[in-house]
């Protein structure tokens, strides 16, 4: 069975940093793209970053600032979000890629979604 679980969010103030872990199971994940997503009530959800081989992405709103990376060993995405700001405010999900990072940009073709962590960015 196909698991995502996301984790490390919180309460940080302004031009702090967090990081995200998506802990995965249930399948290969160097088959995969592995995507981190954001939403925020009445907003559509937002493709923040996606991993696949050696393709990375970044939305512009966090390029420069979040990094992606992963460790096979430990089945574990991470990202590593620095310099947040207040428009940082989200629920952060990560999901899977059938076909790599195609659609990362809004979920599109991504599947078993974690629960989502709250990341709040305030002073």
């Known amino acids: 069975q196909v698991n995502l679980v996301e984790s490390g969010g919180g309460l940080v103030q302004p031009g702090g940093s967090l990081r995200l872990s998506c802990a995965t199971s249930?399948?290969?994940?160097?088959?995969?793209?592995i995507g981190w997503f954001r939403q925020v009530p009445g907003k559509e959800r937002e493709g923040v970053s996606c991993?696949?081989?050696?393709?990375?992405y970044y939305s512009d709103s966090v390029k420069g600032r979040f990094t992606i990376s992963r460790d096979n060993a430990k089945k574990t995405v991470y990202l590593q979000m620095n310099s947040l700001k207040p428009d940082d405010t989200a629920v952060y999900s990560c999901?899977?890629?059938?076909?790599?990072?195609?659609?990362?940009?809004?979920?599109?073709?991504?599947?078993?979604w974690g629960q989502g962590t709250q990341v709040t960015v305030s002073s």
């Open positions: 991993s696949y081989e050696d393709e990375t």
């Open positions: 249930g399948f290969t994940l160097d088959d995969y793209g």
């Open positions: 999901a899977a890629g059938l076909w790599g990072c195609r659609g990362w940009t809004d979920g599109t073709d991504f599947r078993s």
